[in-house]
């Protein structure tokens, strides 16, 4: 590809100076990452076929081996008989946008696929997302929930104290965290560790609050296991004990009877005609 270059601004990008271009020198193809030509070439084909413009994102690598991401738009101007004249169009580098996506979508991700629940709502306490887990958690499709206020799943556990010293918490712009007793769509009751966090905008402002919750029934339902155990076996204890206790009294009071009338025997002194 011949590409003719106007101003400087290629060499601060690129690192070569627009003359490398204009004398054909350097190709325009030559920095387009190989991965990102195909998609590069179907972008002008479609562009002939239609209003002749076209918009395409890219990577490019730079003299310096450093790899950038290139928004280029153009228009292709054709003469009389249909043929390409030339193509006007301006590059933009998107490097820092595209690598700012790239964090949105690993961070996306990693919600879409955490094991724990994950609630997004607005100040006012309107579900704006719900991630995969909580669907699963609760019963509750993204569509039933998004729209609605978190307190659907309320099981009636916690009174109003409860709640008025979360939002207290959460509005003052710390975290909040503890435990919920809440209630399935089926009605099934459910224990949920949650920690609840709120999101500022540029100028400080509370947007969204963010809640991740883990199910925690299954641990919550080994505790009480544990406790009702332990009851167990201190009622056991004490009923070992107080049968030992019962079982020395009874065994003593004969034996003291047995052991005085001993020492009486021992005390006396029989002749042998006794």
Same mark, same amino acid.
């Given at each position: 590809?011949?590409v003719?270059?106007?101003?400087?601004?290629i060499?601060?990008?690129? $690192?070569?100076?627009?003359?490398?271009f204009?004398?054909g020198?350097?190709?325009?193809?030559?920095?387009i990452?190989?991965?990102?030509?195909?998609?590069?070439?179907?972008?002008?084909? #479609?562009? /002939?076929k239609?209003?002749?413009?076209?918009?395409?994102?890219?990577?490019?690598?730079t003299?310096?081996?450093?790899t950038?991401?290139?928004?280029d738009?153009g228009?292709i101007?054709?003469?009389?008989?249909?043929?390409?004249?030339?193509?006007?169009g301006?590059?933009?580098d998107?490097?820092?946008? #595209?690598? !700012?996506e790239?964090?949105?979508?690993?961070l996306s991700r990693?919600?879409?696929?955490?094991?724990?629940?994950?609630?997004?709502?607005?100040?006012?306490? !309107?579900?704006?997302?719900?991630?995969p887990?909580?669907?699963?958690?609760?019963g509750?499709?993204?569509e039933?929930a998004?729209?609605?206020?978190?307190?659907?799943?309320?099981?009636?556990?916690h009174?109003?104290?409860?709640y008025?010293?979360?939002?207290?918490?959460? /509005?003052?712009?710390?975290?909040?965290? $503890?435990?919920?007793?809440n209630? #399935?769509?089926?009605?099934e009751?459910?224990?949920?560790?949650?920690?609840?966090?709120?999101v500022?905008?540029? !100028?400080?402002?509370?947007?969204?609050f963010?809640?991740?919750?883990?199910d925690?029934?299954?641990r919550k339902?080994m505790e #009480?296991? /544990?406790?009702?155990?332990k009851?167990?076996?201190?009622?056991?204890?004490?009923?070992?004990?107080?049968?030992l206790?019962?079982m020395?009294?009874?065994?003593?009071?004969?034996?003291?009877?047995?052991?005085?009338?001993?020492?009486?025997?021992m005390?006396?002194?029989?002749?042998?005609?006794?």
């Amino acid at each position: 590809w011949s590409v003719a270059f106007r101003d400087d601004k290629i060499e601060k990008m690129l $690192g070569c100076s627009p003359e490398d271009f204009n004398s054909g020198k350097r190709k325009w193809s030559d920095f387009i990452v190989e991965k990102d030509l195909p998609a590069v070439n179907d972008a002008f084909v #479609k562009a /002939l076929k239609t209003d002749k413009s076209f918009v395409r994102e890219y990577r490019v690598r730079t003299v310096d081996g450093e790899t950038l991401w290139l928004s280029d738009r153009g228009t292709i101007v054709c003469n009389e008989k249909g043929e390409i004249d030339y193509v006007s169009g301006v590059f933009f580098d998107v490097t820092e946008r #595209k690598e !700012a996506e790239g964090e949105l979508l690993k961070l996306s991700r990693a919600i879409e696929q955490s094991p724990a629940s994950v609630v997004i709502t607005d100040r006012k306490g !309107a579900i704006e997302y719900v991630n995969p887990n909580f669907v699963k958690v609760t019963g509750y499709s993204a569509e039933e929930a998004i729209g609605q206020n978190p307190r659907i799943l309320k099981s009636g556990k916690h009174g109003a104290e409860f709640y008025e010293g979360l939002w207290k918490e959460i /509005l003052e712009g710390n975290v909040w965290r $503890g435990e919920f007793q809440n209630k #399935k769509k089926s009605g099934e009751l459910y224990w949920e560790s949650s920690s609840i966090s709120p999101v500022l905008n540029a !100028a400080g402002e509370i947007t969204h609050f963010v809640a991740v919750k883990q199910d925690t029934t299954e641990r919550k339902r080994m505790e #009480k296991e /544990l406790i009702e155990a332990k009851i167990a076996a201190d009622e056991a204890n004490k009923a070992k004990g107080d049968f030992l206790a019962n079982m020395s009294h009874e065994i003593r009071t004969p034996m003291t009877s047995i052991i005085g009338y001993t020492d009486l025997l021992m005390a006396y002194e029989f002749s042998p005609q006794e």
